[in-house]
């Protein structure tokens, strides 16, 4: 069975700060991986996909890369905002089969204070 | 990307009542998914509702409590039946699309109060 652990749990940044965000996955055998974002009480906002034959993804501030036979992912965000505070889950796709799920980590809380 | 919709964005209900949430999409899509989150926990898969057929429940998730509508391939509904407290969560649909249906968008999420 599929465990996608995220770390750390929680985490506070000052502004203009560099950080990395760290998930990992216990079966490598994946067929996607996504990284979302959720404000309090809100759904979920798709940041990133990477695709199980890339190493890695870039959306402005953001850069995520995939090393998929050690089972770990990382989302790197540049030049923190207080805007970026937020919970960001990553979450991994087995196959891609109509019945494939995601199964999501746990999460990380980013604040970002000024 | 999918543009989901959700009603109610949040309510809060007596227990034994029960709550129909709907989800509009702004495109035709095969499959939509419905996800529970409990408070301060990490998403969990309800069921997988397929357009025309009865949806496909996960373990511990059973269709007399969280019964499905799929009427067309842009909405569906999920009620949750006789609520208790332990059903005070964030719900959420969800749906696939991409090339290759590779990419999950998930509506904003109804939140539910069970007093």
């Known amino acids: 069975k599929q465990e996608v652990t995220q770390i750390p749990a929680a985490l506070s940044v000052p502004e203009g700060e560099n950080l990395v965000l760290n998930c990992s996955f216990t079966?490598?055998?994946?067929?996607?991986l996504q990284w979302f974002r959720q404000d309090p009480g809100k759904g979920l906002t798709s940041l990133l996909l990477i695709q199980s034959s890339q190493r890695e993804q870039t959306s402005g501030r953001l850069n995520a890369s995939l090393d998929k036979s050690s089972g770990r992912s990382t989302l790197y965000i540049a030049a923190s905002q207080p805007g970026d505070s937020a919970t960001y889950l990553c979450?991994?796709?087995?196959?891609?089969?109509?019945?494939?799920?995601?199964?999501f980590g746990t999460g990380t809380r980013l604040q970002v204070t000024l | 990307s999918a543009v989901i919709s959700q009603k109610p964005s949040r309510d809060i209900c007596q227990r034994g009542t029960s709550l129909t949430i709907q989800c509009q999409v702004d495109?035709?899509?095969?499959?939509m998914f419905w996800y529970r989150q409990q408070p301060g926990q990490s998403l969990t898969l309800i069921a997988t509702?397929?357009?025309?057929?009865?949806?496909?429940?996960e373990s511990g998730f059973v269709i007399d409590k969280f019964p499905i509508s799929r009427p067309n391939l842009t909405f569906s509904t999920l009620t949750v039946s006789n609520m208790s407290p332990e059903d005070s969560s964030i719900y959420l649909c969800?749906?696939?699309?991409?090339?290759?249906?590779?990419?999950?968008?998930f509506g904003p999420g109804t939140r539910l109060l069970v007093l």
């Open positions: 495109s035709q899509v095969t499959m």
């Open positions: 079966d490598s055998a994946i067929y996607n």
């Open positions: 979450a991994v796709r087995k196959n891609t089969g109509t019945a494939s799920k995601l199964t």
């Open positions: 969800s749906v696939r699309q991409g090339t290759l249906g590779e990419t999950q968008y």
């Open positions: 509702a397929n357009q025309g057929s009865e949806a496909t429940y």
